[in-house]
């Protein structure tokens, strides 16, 4: 009998100790947890800040006085709200004094800062005190600027207050350390926070209390500043599989004292594999937060960490090493056309070729949603390098088969060396993206290696989105509107102008229309210059009341929300009806997305504004896409015109004529420059020209001295070009 109950002991005694075990390593678990995310809060809002803080522009709007108010929200303020759920923003001036607030997405009074200064002075202090010369390359690799951050009570609330100076991206604007603006930001850990925690980390009931939660069952972590004050505890119920199994298992063991002996066993293996399932969840949350979920790759962070491993020992043995970035060309279309789940299944096979097609020692990461990156250790030359990009490019081009059907993609790799092109992972990195966007922009299913060349057109490039933002600041004076009259060829008289835009670059003159709207669409300034476009022209047309207006769109500002609504705001400014207004668009623009464009061409047409297709022939060039999105107008392009006097030429010009007319739709020829190509066009029934023959795009004031030329002599200069 004792040496049973002596058994007894020892299994109650064991198994008491493995649960305790087992609830400890869950403890452990969540403890950690709870710091990483404390943790990576500070880095996101950090690197928040970083987007408009690191920044010339912002560094020359803060030194303006009055403040420019409107840029400050878009850019500095009220942003912050949208792009990162920021809850407050101020702006402190050199003498640590607010300019600028924001609270909860609204414009607030400077004054409102008072609230934060018991966290916020002390960040300011110790980030003034540090003396550090802030800006682009003079931070760690994680931070392009310095700043300070703490946690502390705002408004009664627990809150993240992040401190960060307002510098220049470039150098080039001198900033004494100390002295320059600061951007305060202000995260609330508001209950939506803790939820969030709870249901994304696995912490059951995770709550924010401002004392230690004393109920049994309750874990709670102190959440301390900087200072080391505690100014609350986070709360949660913790996951306590041992304590469980005990509950459920020791009163069996105490009715069945006969059979421990057949129980010991299945009791401890089952324990046992209660414990590995455990340390099982542990590595499978770690793969997860160093892996892809949807490949198995590496993710962007173990990207990261081992792309600084790899250069470390590049250092160390003055060896070779290639960064390869690789964006697949044409996944959108597979997503659109197959489906997400398509394109999932595209994506899991792009990942095991690359893995084909490398060294088992070279690690291959998946940094984004189609964007994959190689590093390549220690390669015999840049030969073997062009090798490898070669053959996944010839892979990737092979085609993929997704649920019975067949998908063809293609890949553009960009290539950095080290150390040829830098041993710092911040320069490795920007180098091979750098090369990455040349070999898109060339063709696609390509790699280009990275050359000093290529820096230079982005230094150019980025010049050139500087003094486009500077050209939107003061529209009226480096930009402008000329417009190409269009004529009918029944009498001749101008029946409507086409607006066109120009750009005087204080240094370098006129610059192309097509450069133009290619830097705002890539700077993301197309809807600002498009919409001062709109205004514009509109205003000048009230000085014309027989003409329509036609204004070109951008793809972009047809996919966007706000457009129907800028034309809503500017038709019911009254300078115009929308009778005499017309959008003028690509079929590019029409297939870039069709859904969006077509809900939005739809809700112009019931505003009542015409729509033309733009250089019909060039793309597509489907009678569907003249059903489907119902056009008022067919623009024939300049490139058909110029092949009137050719016999295939003539015929195309005939087809496209009988097309639009059996269909009900206006014409409208461009790039008329001979007698000959307006009389043929007159013949096959075209409505209407424009074209050097008739008039080059001219200033607004000439289309009035145009206009009133027709009235006097009852057929204007168009009315003699034409013949008439």
């Known amino acids: 009998m004792l040496a049973a109950f002596c ?36 880095d996101r809002v950090g ?31 009220i942003w912050f709200q949208n792009y990162a759920g920021i809850d407050e923003i101020y702006i402190l001036d050199p003498q640590n004094r607010p300019v ?31 003396g550090k010369p802030v800006g682009r ?62 249901s994304q980390f696995g912490l059951a009931d995770a709550h924010y209390a401002i004392a230690p939660d004393t109920l049994r069952g309750q874990r709670s972590v102190g959440m301390q500043d900087h200072q080391g004050h505690t100014i609350g505890y986070l709360h949660w119920r913790p996951f306590a599989p041992g304590s469980q199994v005990i509950a459920a298992l020791a009163p069996v063991l105490l009715v069945v004292l006969l059979l421990t002996g057949a129980l010991v066993y299945l009791l401890a293996s089952r324990l046992a594999r209660r414990t590995h399932d455990l340390e099982d969840s542990r590595r499978h949350a770690q793969h997860r937060a160093t892996h892809d979920e949807l490949t198995g790759l590496g993710n962007r962070s173990m990207f990261e960490q081992r792309l600084d491993e790899a250069l470390a020992r590049a250092r160390r043995h003055k060896t070779l090493l290639a960064l390869l970035y690789i964006d697949l060309d044409r996944f959108k279309q597979v997503n659109d056309t197959l489906g997400h789940p398509a394109g999932d299944a595209l994506i899991r096979q792009v990942a095991r070729r690359l893995l084909a ?63 040829l092109h830098g041993l710092d992972r911040t320069e490795l990195t920007r180098k091979a993206d750098i090369a990455l966007y ?61 607006a066109l835009l120009r750009w005087y670059h204080p240094e370098h003159g006129l610059m192309p229309p097509a450069d133009l709207v290619r830097s705002a669409e890539e700077s993301g300034l197309i809807e600002v210059l498009g919409d001062w476009v709109l205004h514009r022209a509109v205003q000048d047309a009230r000085a014309w009341p027989t003409l329509r207006v036609a204004v070109n769109v951008s793809p972009l500002q047809l996919r966007s929300r706000k457009f129907v609504d800028t034309v809503r705001q500017v038709l019911a400014s009254g300078a115009i009806t929308a009778d005499r207004l017309e959008v003028e668009l690509t079929e590019t623009a029409l297939m870039a997305a069709p859904d969006e464009v077509g809900h939005c061409l739809a809700a112009l047409r019931g505003l009542g504004v015409a729509c033309a297709l733009d250089d019909f022939g060039t793309g597509y060039s489907s009678l569907s896409h003249i059903r489907d999105f119902a056009v008022d107008r067919v ?14 030429g003539a015929a195309l010009v005939e087809a496209i004529v009988n097309l639009a007319r059996a269909n009900g739709l206006r ?17 096959v029934g075209c409505h209407e020209v424009q074209g050097f023959l008739l008039s080059k795009p001219i200033p607004a004031d000439s289309i009035t001295q145009l206009l009133q030329d027709d009235v006097d002599h009852d057929a204007g200069p168009g009315a003699a070009a034409l013949g008439l």
Not at 114 to 126: C, K
Not at 482 to 497: A, D, K, N, R, S
């Open 7 to 42: 058994l007894l002991v020892l299994i109650l005694g064991l198994l008491f100790w493995s649960g305790k075990e087992a609830d400890r390593i869950a403890r452990h678990r969540d403890r950690a947890l709870v710091a990483l995310v404390l943790s990576q809060m500070v």
């Open 47 to 77: 690197h928040a800040q970083e987007s408009s803080t690191v920044w010339d522009d912002a560094v020359l709007q803060v030194r303006r006085r009055p403040l420019d108010m409107g840029w400050i929200d878009q850019n500095l303020g």
């Open 100 to 130: 600028y607030a924001m609270r909860d997405g609204r414009r607030a009074k400077p004054e409102a800062f008072i609230a934060v200064e018991g966290v916020a002075d002390r960040l300011v202090a110790a980030l003034r005190k540090s």
């Open 137 to 198: 390359g003079q931070s760690d690799v994680a931070m392009l600027s310095a700043g300070r951050a703490d946690f502390g009570i705002v408004r009664g609330r627990p809150a993240l207050v992040s401190v960060k100076p307002i510098v220049s991206d470039s150098g080039r604007i001198p900033q004494k350390p100390g002295t320059e603006a600061l951007h305060v930001a202000v995260e609330y850990l508001d209950a939506e926070f803790f939820g969030r925690i709870g």
């Open 357 to 419: 097609e490398v060294r088992i020692y070279d690690f291959v990461a998946r940094v984004g949603g189609d964007e994959f990156a190689i590093i390549v250790g220690e390669p015999e030359n840049r030969h073997a390098v062009e090798r490898i990009c070669a053959r996944i490019v010839a892979e990737v081009e092979r085609p993929f088969d997704l649920a019975g059907s067949q998908a063809f993609i293609g890949a553009s790799i960009g290539v950095a060396l080290a150390p």
């Open 438 to 498: 040349r070999a898109k922009t060339e063709g696609r299913s390509r790699y280009r290696f990275f050359t000093p060349d290529l820096d230079v057109d982005v230094q150019a490039r980025e010049e050139t989105y500087r003094d486009l933002r500077q050209a939107l600041a003061d529209c009226d004076r480096q930009l402008a509107l000329h417009y190409q009259p269009i004529y009918t060829l029944e009498t001749g008289h101008m029946v409507g102008v086409e």
């Open 635 to 648: 623009k024939i392009d300049r490139s058909f015109v110029n092949a009137i006097d050719t016999k295939a």
């Open 667 to 683: 014409l409208t020829a461009e790039g008329v420059e001979k007698p000959e190509q307006q009389a043929f066009l007159r013949r």
